[in-house]
């Protein structure tokens, strides 16, 4: 008897394993193929087979055999469309008797998109010899979620469409299509469609990133111009697109972009975003104690502790030593506005003594283990050497004043760089399409006039004189050679020199010829200390406009600042950059610290700040840390430095 149960429960198991073999079949994992072009093959979603293969959710292998189900299992099967992505242009010469359906047959497209990169075709007949684009696409198919394979979604504050279409990896058209009904500005609270994945299918949003929709027709070259990432960068963010390609409405991870989130909640066209000034001191401030270290090269121990005439000389020529007094000061009134704001800080200050060996031997220090943001130091190795160490840590660095810095992870960049000022400069007069321009330039800058000439190709170069002897640089120009160059209207001037003698004469010459008809306005890529020097009139420069690109400000005494009036009553004089770059950079650290969770999210939460000279827009650069990405325009006008806006 046991026998015969033994028996029939053998044939009903294989008959059971009968009927679900017909519902199921199986599929050999070729060398390079994904999830997602196995799942588009068989037009099943990859939920649908990771169900059925659990250990496919971390890898699959080449001749791994894969379930795939059939038709009978698959409720309301999704189906799979082919999707349409430009991937740039073929040029064709036409030759006799060709058409637009012959070519649109020879390159498998549509007639429609060969006369849309071609807009004559609409007015015109295809004609012998004509040179025409023609449109290359790359064609993914997609699978189309169907009815059944979808959830319902709660929408969380502040969460737009694009970062629901991120997260469960669609399209912004597609998450539209599965909400007809769906507002433009999605209300927390709303219940809405989205695709039914699995908990870990749907993607992290991570704040310390900026995610780009994609627009109609821009392939990877206007991403590029857009975003500054190539294809290469952009697939290791974005691992989709090598599976499905580029596509419209495709919700892109970049590194943080002020401008991106801008474009995101909706505040226009990506190069027309003007960030908004963040005043952290309106916020709520949190009550916690902060941990700040700072790190400056004060050089105690080359001081005599007996000798105030001794000290007082090693200060005025120890030009590190010198500085860092200047910045501390600054620092030292900003901890006590922060204090009246009710900041609770522990601030830590270290001599660096502008040794390596002194700097390894403070941050490798038990006491760094709770510091949430170290400034300096201010020498780039000795940074280099601090940022290397911490990075484990995760504690960011500012650097203060150095030009160029090692831009690591945790590495905070607060000077913009040279190349910023030069293209927001030339950006700005490049947009002035009625100026004549002018370069102007001594023997040393000639490199620099001609890259100028070719962004300004109808501009007129003047060259400084030399000796006729020797053919050095005499560093002067005649009268005579500006008036052969300037015309009625406007004429921009640039001067690239060093040389405070040339920057004395070029300057007098050109406010002798500004008349009612002539208006000349004086710039130069390189802003440096010729341009201050004694030779040199502030009369002529406040007359000739002069207008330059600069990492800050200068204040007014005249402004109601109540920084520069509480310098003055605690140290008798005015603050110099130094200063006021302390004080203002202190604040902005630790208002980001008391107003964010850390200061990497500060980044996201407070675009752009300003202090008394100095901004601060910090970008996230790819694979590495955050640079400053703002600068100031400025001008001389009524023998003042004011700010143009921009």
């Known amino acids: ?96 008797k060709e058409t637009l359906y012959s070519l649109a047959k020879e390159y498998n497209v549509e007639q429609e998109d060969i006369k849309k990169h071609n807009p004559d075709l609409y007015a015109n007949n295809l004609r012998k010899g004509d040179k025409i684009k023609i449109p290359i696409y790359k064609v993914t198919k997609e699978v189309v979620e169907a009815e059944g394979v979808t959830t319902s979604y709660t929408v969380k504050p502040k969460e737009g469409k694009w970062r629901i279409a991120y997260q469960y990896g669609i399209t912004v058209q597609q998450l539209e299509a599965l909400n007809p009904d769906m507002e433009e500005v999605l209300q927390p609270g709303s219940v809405i469609t989205v695709p039914n994945l699995e908990v870990e299918e749907v993607k992290a949003f991570d704040e310390k990133y900026s995610y780009y929709t994609v627009l109609k027709s821009e392939g990877f070259y206007r991403l ?45 066209p990506l190069d027309d975003v003007r960030l908004e000034t963040s005043d952290l001191t309106s916020r709520n401030l949190d009550i916690t104690t902060k941990h700040i270290a700072i790190m400056l090269p004060f050089k105690l121990n080359k001081m005599a502790s007996d000798s105030v005439s001794d000290n007082k000389k090693f200060i005025t020529d120890d030009p590190y030593a010198s500085i860092s007094l200047d910045f501390y000061s600054g620092v030292k009134i900003a901890l006590d506005s922060l204090s009246t704001l009710g900041v609770n800080l522990k601030v830590d200050v270290y001599d660096t003594e502008n040794r390596e060996s002194q700097v390894t031997s403070l941050v490798q220090s038990i006491a760094f283990d709770s510091v949430q943001a170290v400034i300096g130091p201010i020498m780039p190795k000795l940074f280099d050497v601090a940022s290397a160490s911490l990075k484990s840590k995760n504690i960011p660095l500012i650097s203060p004043i150095t030009k160029t810095v090692n831009l690591s992870g945790n590495v905070f960049q607060s000077r913009p760089s040279e190349e910023l000022m030069e293209s927001t400069l030339l950006n700005y007069f490049k947009a002035d399409s009625t100026a004549h321009f002018i370069i102007v330039s001594d023997m040393k800058n000639k490199e620099k006039a001609e890259t100028l000439k070719k962004i300004f ?64 306005v004086l710039t130069t890529t390189n802003k440096n200390k010729a341009f201050e020097d004694d030779e040199v009139r502030n009369t002529h420069l406040s007359n000739l406009s002069f207008t330059y690109a600069s990492i800050n400000k200068t204040f007014s005494e005249n402004d109601d600042n109540s920084f520069t009036k509480r310098y003055k009553t605690l140290y008798n004089e005015t603050p110099n950059d130094y200063a006021v770059r302390g004080f203002d950079l202190t604040m902005d650290v630790v208002l980001r610290l008391v107003t964010s969770e850390d200061l990497y999210l500060s980044v996201n939460e407070a675009p752009l700040t300003t202090y008394v000279e100095n901004k601060f827009a910090y970008k996230k650069k790819l694979f590495g840390g955050y640079f400053n990405n703002t600068v100031y325009l400025v001008k001389y006008q009524d023998l003042k430095v004011v700010e143009i806006e921009q």
């Open 457 to 520: 190709p109808k501009a007129s170069i003047v060259m400084s004189r030399k000796v006729k002897k020797t053919g050095a640089d005499s560093y002067y120009i005649l009268d005579s050679d500006m008036v052969s160059v300037l015309k009625s209207g406007k004429n921009v001037v640039f001067l690239e020199t060093a040389n405070p003698g040339f920057v004395s004469n070029v300057s007098s010459i050109l406010n002798s010829k500004i008349k009612p008809s002539i208006e000349i």
């Open 224 to 268: 590029k111009v857009k975003t500054g990432l190539t294809q290469e960068q952009l697939e290791k963010l974005n691992p989709d697109l090598l599976t499905i390609g580029l596509k419209e409405g495709m919700v892109l991870k970049i590194p943080f972009d002020a401008n991106v989130r801008s474009i995101n909640e909706g505040s226009g």
């Open 1 to 96: 008897m046991k026998k015969l149960i033994y028996i029939f429960s053998l044939v009903a198991l294989f008959g059971c394993i009968s009927a679900k073999a017909q519902n199921y079949k199986t599929h050999k994992v070729q060398v390079g193929e994904t999830i997602e072009q196995i799942a588009t093959k068989y037009s099943v979603t990859k939920s649908q087979i990771y169900a059925l293969n659990p250990d496919a959710r971390k890898d699959i292998k080449p001749n791994s055999v894969l379930i795939i189900p059939n038709d009978s299992v698959v409720p309301n099967r999704p189906s799979v469309s082919e999707v349409k992505t430009l991937e740039g242009f073929k040029k064709h010469k036409v030759k006799r």
